[in-house]
Nanobody, 121 residues
Framework: QVHVVESGGGLVQPGGSLRLSCAAS????????MGWYRRAPGKQRELVAD???????NYADSVKGRFTISRDNTKNTVYLQMNSLKPEDTAVYSC???????????????WGQGTQVTVSS
């Protein structure tokens, strides 16, 4: 079994910052990409940012220049530093890890439960 657990959400004022963390644990042989997604009320889930095992990153246009994704491969952990937060960033943020549980080489998507981020004055 693979477990993915997020932390770090909360309530913040517009212009503020938050840092999300996501740790994968369990039967892990290797992890390919890790990423953050969000779902705002009444909207579809969207990619916020992701990062490969080699450190290549990809960001949604709406967060470029404000959010930074990083990764600690020794801890199977990915972080999302969110600065200059806006009310439209309010959403449930979920982490996905693309994991191979064994040396066979098949990768599977594992999701965390999500953490609420609310940007409001």
């Amino acid at each position: 079994q693979v477990h993915v657990v997020e932390s770090g959400g909360g309530l913040v004022q517009p212009g503020g910052s938050l840092r999300l963390s996501c740790a994968a644990s369990g039967s892990i042989f290797s992890i390919n990409a890790m990423g953050w997604y969000r779902r705002a009320p009444g909207k579809q889930r969207e990619l916020v940012a992701d990062i490969t095992s080699g450190g290549s990153t990809n960001y949604a246009d709406s967060v470029k220049g404000r959010f930074t994704i990083s990764r600690d491969n020794t801890k199977n952990t990915v972080y999302l530093q969110m600065n200059s937060l806006k009310p439209e960033d309010t959403a449930v943020y979920s982490c996905k890890a693309v994991v191979s549980p064994s040396a066979v080489g098949y990768y599977y998507d594992y999701w965390g439960q999500g953490t609420q981020v609310t940007v409001s004055s």
